[in-house]
């Protein structure tokens, strides 16, 4: 028989991924070290070894680190284009937001900070939105959910490999 494609699975895992992450509320999932992300692996990964049960396989290591780091690549690519078109379309600067929280409690920020902080603001007063922002964003995402993501494909395989031992 042949192998199941990974196409559906990375569907699954992306789609809840960027779920968990877009939606408030539910995206403070990812605040206990990214476990929405490696719950949406987790989930494809499932599907995948299901597909590969009726093919008579079991799923391998290989396959949960690339569910998880091709789920993670294109999550934080959608998560990243679905904020920035929002902040566009809300036209809303945070910056002022921030110095209203800074100010409650009482914090100081350097110079530094504060310079980019003007930086980030102008830019949003402009273009209404920060490509700054929306960069390092996207770096931070593209490195942190591929991350997570292979981390939840290898947990996945490990309990899903422990469940078809246990059930032998």
Known sequence: METPSKF???IISTAIISAISLFPLLNLINLFCCAGVMLGVFAGCAYYNNKLK?????????DG????LLSGLVSALIIVIVTALLSMITNQNPIPDFYKM?????LT???ELEDFLQKISEEYRKNGFSITLT????????????LFGVLGGLLSVSILGRRKNAEQ
Do not use: H, M, R
């Open 8 to 10: 559906t699975p990375v």
């Open 54 to 62: 009726q093919s008579g396989e079991i799923i391998q290591y290989k």
């Open 65 to 68: 680190t690339a569910i998880g």
């Open 102 to 106: 800074i100010d409650n409690y009482g």
């Open 109 to 111: 920020i350097p110079k």
């Open 135 to 146: 960069l390092i964003s996207l770096v931070t995402n593209i490195i942190i959910y591929p």
